[in-house]
């Protein structure tokens, strides 16, 4: 999903992962609007991603198990930048605020993405 909206991480700080998505005939709605739905989806995959950057990938994935997200502003055209902080880290979740801004730096989305953490099973790839 990622590739078809064409999610791109841009930075990763000590404390945070950035991501930019277009606003385009891939994630607009029917009125021409950047759709709820792929605000959730770049929220999540920053969310996902951060957790994955911080568990051991050889015992443990990544679940996301519940995402909220404010639609504060509709975007029509560029693109939209969402950067993950984590809120939680502990051993079985990870709970992160994701804020997508537009690219005139105005709050478009505020999320929220809750990540359990499971320790693999032995047939689990």
Request: net charge positive; with cysteine.
């Given at each position: 999903m990622n590739e078809y909206l064409g999610i791109r991480f841009i930075e990763v700080g000590e404390n945070y992962l950035k991501a930019t998505m277009p606003v385009d005939h891939r994630t607009k709605q029917a009125y021409g609007l950047m759709h709820g739905g792929a605000s959730a989806t770049l929220a999540e995959t920053a969310g996902s991603v951060?957790?994955?950057?911080?568990?051991?990938?050889?015992q443990f994935?990544?679940?996301?198990?519940?995402?909220?997200?404010?639609?504060?502003?509709?975007?029509?055209?560029?693109?939209?930048?969402g950067t993950a902080i984590p809120l939680h880290l502990g051993a079985s979740s990870h709970?992160?605020?994701?804020?997508?801004?537009?690219?005139?730096?105005?709050?478009?989305?505020?999320?929220?993405?809750?990540?359990?953490?499971?320790?693999?099973?032995?047939?689990?790839?």
């Open positions: 951060g957790s994955a950057m911080v568990i051991d990938p050889q994935i990544c679940v996301g198990v519940e995402i909220n997200a404010n639609h504060l502003r509709s975007v029509r055209e560029g693109f939209v930048t709970v992160w605020e994701i804020k997508i801004i537009d690219q005139h730096e105005k709050l478009i989305c505020a999320s929220r993405l809750t990540v359990y953490i499971i320790r693999k099973k032995t047939d689990w790839v």
